[in-house]
């Protein structure tokens, strides 16, 4: 474990969307290898699984030492949804987290 680090970031959800009624954030989680910090795993509050499996499989094996660019890019060119910009939101959140700690 000590070669992990789990890192959160929290966004703000739009008005209208499912994850909304039950959220009023949208959270995400970044599991990271603190060596090359590259996203073994990450999960988020989207309401459905297959949403959650999805920006999962989208985020994975990024490293945070490239820094933001491409992880948003990949979430502009991938996700189109009502959550995308939360979504950015929470992974600026979540790299604000790892510039501390880094």
């Not at 499912?18 to 959270?27: G, P």
């Not at 290898?33 to 999960?43: E, G, H, N």
């Not at 459905?48 to 890019?73: E, M, R």
Request: hydrophobic share 40%; proline share 2%; net charge neutral.
């Amino acid at each position: 474990m000590e070669k992990m680090v789990m890192l959160a970031g929290h966004a703000k959800l739009p008005q209208g969307m499912s994850a909304s009624e039950i959220h009023q954030t949208l959270t995400i989680t970044i599991e990271v290898d603190r060596k090359y910090w590259v996203i073994l795993d990450a999960s988020c509050t989207l309401t459905t699984g297959h949403a959650q499996n999805f920006i999962s499989k989208l985020l994975k094996g990024y490293s945070f030492l490239d820094g933001l660019d491409p992880i948003i890019h990949t979430i502009e060119k991938h996700y189109h949804g009502k959550a995308q910009s939360a979504l950015i939101a929470a992974v600026k959140d979540a790299y604000k987290q790892f510039s501390l700690i880094t």
